[in-house]
């Protein structure tokens, strides 16, 4: 057993920052790596030691391993925490550790590359007996292959890269006429994404549910899931905002599933956090996607409805320890939103908006947790993701916890920058996702919806009841001081102005 005393953290950002977190807490000692553009990142400030690593493009910093591995030895690091994105799901990467004496914090190499293979992954699923979404476990070979498979499995179906994922590489081929074409212009995305062109054919699965099952296995084989994440909200396969308990789920259809997501794991003797990704559809019958061998974005929620610090126990199954609870010594508690704060102009195609925060106001308070590296005369860079924080809240239940969300996005005000804050209220306030009745095609379905500036006719049925309370809403604004971070609202929906007047 080796015991951690320092961490490299191959990472930049909030998820750095959450890492160093725990290692603070745990006694460990953090490296922090930085390239020319993020000199000022508050990741660079938390760490007890930071050294640049190279220029702004990720290419030739965040991604350079060896440059990497070189401050860790440098820096007698123990470990690496490769966090998500950039060199997380790197088999190459991993392998290069531990040939320098270095613990990659994650699965070993050989089940990197194994599930980094999409179609390596649906056949070690098969066996098993993992239900898999019906299509090839061999890549295609011709276009004859392709029309032949196409009669077997039905159409609508996917045409997917197998070094793809998270939506890389696919076609959805509606029309026998498409298949050709649809499979070669697969294979040169595939080829030009990934420098690989395999591609495999699966059964178009219409509106289905994204649920995913957090998962942590340890070097004695021992294996629990951590319930279930529900991921539907997504636009562009970007993520926007995530929950546990998902509100589909069953407590049976929870069981299957988990348990599925247990076996998938120790088929591949899983070590680590990882993640089981599934489809499911509007019958509730479910199907494994892909497994992500990394910590996720979203994994605050399971960490607040189980009480389990993921990052924490990372670290202590690295370290060779076992896992301290069995499946039976966990269960959700409540229920957890998360919501992606990017710095983008939703109203203008989600486009980007890098730039200097002017103010910015983080929500606090009950149930609230918010995971950022945002301050105040930061400038965020263009070269990486447009997120810059994600902001979690729990409640006793689902409505509770919708409620205190609409809380939290209330005080979270950031002036210089534009971002998602208002797009996120808007989710809050739709019809479809205040009753959990939504699925992937949740934002495309309310897109109207979800980018109207002002209230609508409809919203303003009672004009009486609306002017009084926007004279109410002024009243409060003028009794903030910072006019800039609290402008005079003018933007509520019915479901706001009737609620909030209800309980003057
Ligand atoms: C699918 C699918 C329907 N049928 N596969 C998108 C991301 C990638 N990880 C897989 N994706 C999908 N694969 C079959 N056979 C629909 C999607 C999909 C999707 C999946 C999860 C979350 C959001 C999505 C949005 C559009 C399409």
Known sequence: MSKINKILVANRGEIAIRIMRTCREMGISTV??????????????????AYCIGPAPSAESYLNADKIIEVAKMTGSDAIHPGYGFLSENAEFARKCSKNGIIF?????????????????????????????????????SEDEAVKIINEVGLPVMVKAAAGGGGKGMRLVRDAAEIISSVRAARSEALAAFGDDSVYIEKYISSPHHIEFQILGDQQGNVVHLFERECSVQRRHQKMIEETPSPLMTPELRKVMGQHAVEAAQTVNYVGAGTIEFLVDNNLNFYFLEMNTRLQVEHPITERVTGIDLVKQQILVAEGEELSFKQEDLFQRGHAIECRIYAEDSDNNFMPNPGKIHNINQPLGLGVRTDGYAYEGYEIPIYYDSMISKLIVWAQNRDEAIERMKRALYEYKITGVKTSIKFLERIMDSGDFRSGNYDTNFIEKNHEFLLARSPSADDCEDMVIIATYIEFIDQINRSYTNKELYPAQNRWTKYTYKKNFERL
């Open 32 to 49: 922090a790596v930085f390239s020319e553009a993020d000199r000022t990142s508050m990741h660079v400030r938390y760490a007890v030691e």
């Open 105 to 141: 914090i994650g699965p070993s190499p050989e089940v990197i590359e194994q599930m980094g293979d999409k179609i390596e992954a649906r056949k070690t699923m098969i066996k098993a007996g993992v239900p898999v979404v019906p299509g090839t476990t061999e890549s295609i070979k």
